[in-house]
């Protein structure tokens, strides 16, 4: 089971991409939050596997809280998730994280994404 913590200031978004994680079995939402401090509030609350993040929120970006992550004792793999995917974008992104989606590509790519992260990490 990938226990997942979503993450995006959108009620709508987070409604759109719970749907889309629920239709995988292997796939449990642990927490969906607004911002990045209660991103980083929950994860001392709640065990998961994976964080996904917007990286255009206010207060705290996407990349902030990707980062502040990595600094954990036991950091979750983080996705980076955005409306406007762009080079530069992308670039900032691996510097912190593991992976980086635009949101129009959520419906088709988001498991996929999450799928090839743990894989990974299991043959590895």
Known sequence: ??????V???????????????????VDIVGQVSSGAAALEQLAQVDCDLVLVD??????????????IR???????VVVLTLDDTAEYRTAAAACADGF??????VTQLL??????????AAG
């Open 1 to 6: 089971m990938i226990r997942v913590l979503l």
């Open 8 to 26: 995006d200031d959108s009620p709508l978004f987070l409604a759109s991409a719970s749907r889309v994680l629920a239709a995988d079995p292997c």
């Open 55 to 68: 990286l255009v929120m206010p207060e705290m970006s996407g990349l902030e809280v990707a980062r502040r």
């Open 71 to 77: 600094e954990l004792a036991r950091p979750p793999r």
């Open 101 to 106: 989606l635009g949101k129009s590509h959520t």
């Open 112 to 121: 996929p994404l999450i799928h090839s992260l743990f894989t990974a990490a």
